[in-house]
């Protein structure tokens, strides 16, 4: 049963960044709600577990394609989403302060942008799925197939946490909805830069 504790250290590990994401969520979005939360969760779970299974499938033909491109799109996605957040939040504080204004109502997580959220934090995993093979030492499709299953678990477990420890922060900041905001923009942009340069191989 090797490949099993192996199966969980692995999916351990993968949703990591799932959970910095998720903090971010909770952190500078008020909107996040029960079912808004678990949908966030079960999203960035999905992807963590599908992306590795599409490495896994479509195999060693497309690994070189695979790791060129991955770290570069995940970065993309995310700096724009990062930087997005940052910018709205700087020109609302600058907004606020001319108008003098109370406390702004924050912006709304769309459902869109939490699937995008989940392929940008996912879509380096390609990689990974064509190496879990001997990363987790299986010895035949169906541990491989389980390993998959629980690295979604996992994340999705990983992520809820990560959402409700980025609301409980939210409420220290009750009244500060735009600082809240740039701090999880640059959550995003720095877990972008991480992909990148763990993907150029200056990292990990």
Same mark, same amino acid.
């Given at each position: 049963?090797?490949?099993?504790?192996?199966?969980?250290?692995? !999916?351990?590990?993968? $949703?990591?960044?799932?959970?910095?994401?998720?903090? %971010? &969520?909770?952190? !500078?979005?008020? &909107?996040?709600? =029960?079912?808004?939360?678990?949908?966030?969760?079960?999203?960035?779970?999905?992807? #963590?577990?599908?992306?590795?299974?599409?490495?896994?499938?479509?195999?060693? *033909?497309? $690994?070189?394609?695979?790791?060129?491109?991955?770290?570069?799109?995940?970065? *993309?996605?995310?700096?724009?989403?990062?930087?997005?957040?940052?910018?709205?939040?700087?020109?609302?504080?600058?907004?606020?302060?001319?108008?003098?204004?109370?406390? %702004? %109502?924050?912006? +709304?997580?769309?459902?869109?942008?939490?699937?995008? #959220?989940?392929?940008?934090? %996912?879509?380096?995993?390609?990689?990974?799925?064509?190496?879990?093979?001997?990363?987790? #030492? !299986?010895? $035949? &499709?169906? #541990?491989?197939?389980?390993?998959?299953?629980?690295?979604?678990?996992?994340?999705?477990?990983?992520?809820?946490?990560?959402?409700?420890?980025? =609301?409980?922060?939210?409420?220290?900041? =009750?009244? +500060?909805?735009?600082?809240?905001?740039?701090?999880?923009?640059?959550?995003?942009?720095?877990?972008?830069?991480?992909?990148?340069?763990?993907?150029?191989?200056?990292?990990?």
């Amino acid at each position: 049963m090797e490949w099993l504790w192996l199966s969980i250290v692995f !999916a351990f590990a993968l $949703s990591l960044d799932c959970f910095a994401l998720s903090v %971010s &969520d909770g952190l !500078a979005y008020p &909107d996040m709600g =029960r079912k808004k939360a678990f949908f966030t969760a079960g999203a960035f779970g999905l992807f #963590q577990g599908l992306f590795p299974l599409a490495g896994f499938l479509l195999g060693l *033909a497309f $690994s070189e394609w695979i790791d060129f491109y991955d770290h570069w799109v995940g970065f *993309a996605l995310l700096l724009a989403i990062g930087l997005k957040m940052i910018i709205e939040s700087v020109v609302e504080l600058v907004k606020k302060k001319k108008e003098n204004e109370g406390e %702004s %109502s924050g912006k +709304k997580l769309t459902y869109p942008m939490i699937l995008i #959220q989940g392929v940008a934090d %996912s879509i380096d995993a390609l990689a990974i799925g064509v190496t879990v093979k001997t990363n987790i #030492q !299986a010895t $035949s &499709d169906y #541990q491989i197939y389980l390993c998959f299953l629980i690295i979604a678990v996992i994340s999705f477990g990983v992520s809820l946490l990560g959402i409700y420890g980025g =609301r409980f922060f939210n409420r220290l900041f =009750r009244g +500060k909805v735009e600082i809240t905001e740039i701090i999880g923009g640059s959550v995003l942009v720095i877990l972008g830069v991480f992909i990148l340069l763990e993907g150029l191989g200056i990292m990990g």
